[in-house]
Each structure stands twice: as structure tokens, then as C-alpha cells.
């Protein structure tokens, strides 16, 4: 549960499904998110299971992404490493992360395009799972698993590669990034050159982009959080901390103003003495809270107590 004080107031069509079983390179299924990984010449490609695992989660529930291990992201390098995590589905819906630039902070949504251009970006992501399956068949990699395929950066002229590209080949492309220029943004995180050390996770926001003809922005998720450990974990539809804005106290009636998140379920606590030393999660519950978006809304408290102070609770 996620509690904050805010202020104590006394008052791509026809890319194919691949194979039938979800969660291995060796059968890839469109929908199966992709988390890839690549530093100085070294790429890993991870099948995280199917996007309906990370969609049908429920709010503020961890998915550990455990389809790699340690080692062998040691072989590509956690320190200064990019990294991503994305899929598609047949009608040409994307999903696909955005580095945060603030722990705490979410980003500015992706923008939604048509789909005929998703279809692009679809079509490029679509080459990665095959190179990855390129690779571990070649063997190149001994650290590769079914689930966890190390592969080489570069699959431009390398006879390794007869049916895919690799991650970074995919992503760069002629353009340089995001997919070859298709997408509308880079979808990498890049951990510190000290990232290890450094004490702090780093976190990126995963966006669905569902096909539109019209101006739309994607939908939040969730986040990926990497650890310095190398461990990485989806936190899905994250309830975000609600505000307290303001409280007026008129007679016997509190209006106040409050913000909350997207998800979660936000109760508004109050209390008429703090001696008691009750934690705040334990105050009497007054209403459940308007939320799903992240307007101001009011409501009001009637009560006769001679002082009363108000919190607010997400779970």
C-alpha cells in the first residue's frame, strides 16, 4: 500500500505468429514482449512471456522478469548498457518503453500513429526475434538459452544472421534509431557507467499505442525497473501518489481539493486527534475518492469536531 501526507490541514497487418508455444525465441508468438539489451558489440534478446501477462496484471502488482539471469546479462554488461522492452500485435498495435529521466516521474506519453505506420515499426521489430533464433542455432553464445538468446551486435553482412537482424541492427537501421525511423521516439534506457555502484534503479514507462487516424496519445502501463543487480521487475498500472490540495472549513463543512492517478483505489482518512499515534493507513475511512485521471476534483466533509485532519491512501 502506498500512503502520502501531503500536508496535515486542521480543516502490422500479415506479420506472422510464429509458433504456437509463447515465452521462447526458438517459438516466437507476436504479442511476446521483447526486453533487449546491447553494449560494445554484444546483444541479448529475452522473451518475457506474452503481453496479456503484464496487461491482465493487476494494479501495483510485481512481475519479476526472470526469463534471464545474471550471468548472462553480465556478458553483454550492466554498467553504460541500453536497454528496451516492446512488442506488437497483428493489427499493428505497439507497446514499447520510454526512459524516465526522474526515479519518480512519469514521462510524456508516445504518441499513437496510423496504422499503416505502426505497421512499420511492427514490421522492423518483427526481424529481431528470428536473428536471436539465428544466433543461438549457430551457437555463438554458449551462455544462450531458449528464453535468453546473447547474440552479436552487428548482423549487417554477418553471415550468422540468414533469416533476422539483430537488436541493434533492427533499432538503428539506416536512420540511426528508433527502429529504422519508423517509431516516434527511442524506446532505450542507458544505465550509468557506474550504474552498479551507483545505489539507484533506473525505470522506463511502457506505452500501448493502439492504430488511430486521429491525434491520440498511448496508454500508461506500467514501468520496467532495472536494479543495479542486474534484476529487472514490471510494476503494472502503478498508483501514482495522491495530492491534498487545499481544505476550506466553513461551519461544520470541509471542502477539499485533491488529485489522484490513473489506477488504484484512493480512500480519503481523516482523524480528530494525532495523540493517539494510529498510522495514517489506520485513520477512519471517510469515502472512496474519484480517480482515473489526474484532474483536481472536491468533496466535501461535514463533521462537528473541533479540529480534524485529513490524508489520503492509494492501494
Known amino acids: ?30 504479442g511476446d514482449v ?15 512471456g506474452p503481453i496479456s501477462t503484464l496487461t491482465n496484471a493487476t494494479p501495483n502488482q510485481r512481475i519479476p522478469i526472470t526469463q534471464y539471469t545474471g550471468s548472462q546479462l553480465a556478458v553483454v554488461g550492466t554498467n553504460g548498457v541500453s536497454w528496451s522492452a516492446f512488442t506488437w500485435l497483428s493489427d499493428n498495435t505497439l507497446f514499447v518503453t520510454e526512459a524516465r529521466t526522474s526515479l519518480g516521474q512519469q514521462t510524456a506519453p508516445w ?20 536473428g536471436a533464433l539465428d544466433e543461438l542455432n549457430n551457437n555463438i553464445y554458449p551462455d544462450s538459452t531458449p528464453t535468453a538468446v546473447i547474440e552479436e551486435d552487428s548482423s549487417s553482412g554477418n553471415p550468422n544472421y540468414t533469416d533476422g537482424s539483430s537488436y541493434h541492427q533492427a533499432l538503428a537501421g539506416a536512420y540511426g534509431g528508433q527502429f529504422n525511423g519508423n517509431f516516434v521516439g527511442n524506446p532505450e534506457n542507458t544505465t550509468l557507467n557506474n550504474f552498479i555502484t ?46 491534498l490540495a487545499s481544505t476550506t472549513r466553513s461551519g461544520t463543512s470541509t471542502t477539499i481539493q485533491y488529485t489522484t492517478g490513473l489506477y488504484g483505489t484512493y480512500t480519503l482518512r481523516a482523524t480528530n486527534s494525532l495523540d493517539s499515534g494510529t498510522a495514517m493507513a489506520n485513520w477512519p475511512a471517510i469515502t472512496t475518492l474519484t480517480s482515473g485521471d489526474t484532474a483536481t476534483h472536491t468533496i466535501t466533509d461535514t463533521t462537528t469536531d473541533n479540529a480534524r485532519f485529513y490524508t489520503i491512501t492509494a492501494q
Do not use: H
Open 111 to 130: 504518441q499513437a500513429q496510423s496504422s499503416s505506420a505502426q505497421n512499420g515499426t511492427a514490421l522492423v521489430m518483427a526481424t529481431i526475434p528470428p
Open 1 to 30: 500500500m502506498l500512503n502520502k501526507k501531503v500536508g496535515l490541514m486542521a480543516l502490422l497487418t500479415g506479420v506472422a505468429a510464429g509458433g504456437v508455444w509463447a515465452g521462447t525465441l526458438t517459438n516466437y508468438a507476436v
Open 198 to 243: 551507483s545505489g539507484k534503479a533506473v525505470r522506463s514507462d511502457f506505452y500501448q499505442m493502439t492504430p488511430t487516424s486521429r491525434y491520440a496519445l498511448g496508454k500508461w502501463l506500467g514501468y520496467f525497473e532495472l536494479s543495479t543487480n542486474g534484476v529487472m521487475t514490471y510494476v503494472a498500472y502503478p498508483s501514482t501518489p495522491a495530492v
Open 34 to 48: 521483447l526486453v533487449c539489451f546491447r553494449k560494445a558489440g554484444n546483444d541479448m534478446i529475452v522473451d518475457a
